[in-house]
């Protein structure tokens, strides 16, 4: 029986990038880095006030990354989102989606990750 969630992995080319991305922009931090027995390399990353991690992974022997429209994302909430916009647009990374109001009062936006994963951030009423 699964009794809890404990990371997701996203696949990249580029770690380094994408590392300071997840760690300059979304405000994560870096909990752990090392090589798998195959020859991964991989970098673990967890949002300040969440358990579950999120795995990035650089794989070459698997060959490029290859990403299809609308595959899947990350969501993670923002206290402000006008301010988080801001920081993020001044790293080179603005809002590619919205802000847009929902009907339970959420104020939802999409970001670009570097290799195109998209990332949405939430504002809770």
Known sequence: MITRLLH???????????TSFYTKVLGLEEVSRHSS?????????????????????????????????????????????????AH?????YPLSD??????SGSVIAFIDAPEGYEIELIQRP
Do not use: M, N
């Not at 993020?88 to 080179?92: D, R």
């Not at 919205?98 to 009907?103: I, L, V």
């Open 37 to 85: 027995p195959r020859g991964s390399e991989l970098v673990f990353f967890k949002a300040p006030q969440s358990e579950e991690l999120i795995e990035i992974c650089k794989y070459d022997a698997s060959g490029p990354v290859v990403l299809g429209p609308d595959i899947t994302h990350l969501a993670f909430q923002v206290d402000d989102l006008e301010a988080f916009a």
């Open 8 to 18: 997701t992995r996203y696949r990249v080319q580029d770690l380094e990038r994408t």
């Open 88 to 92: 993020s647009a001044a790293l080179g």
């Open 98 to 103: 919205g802000p847009t109001k929902t009907s």
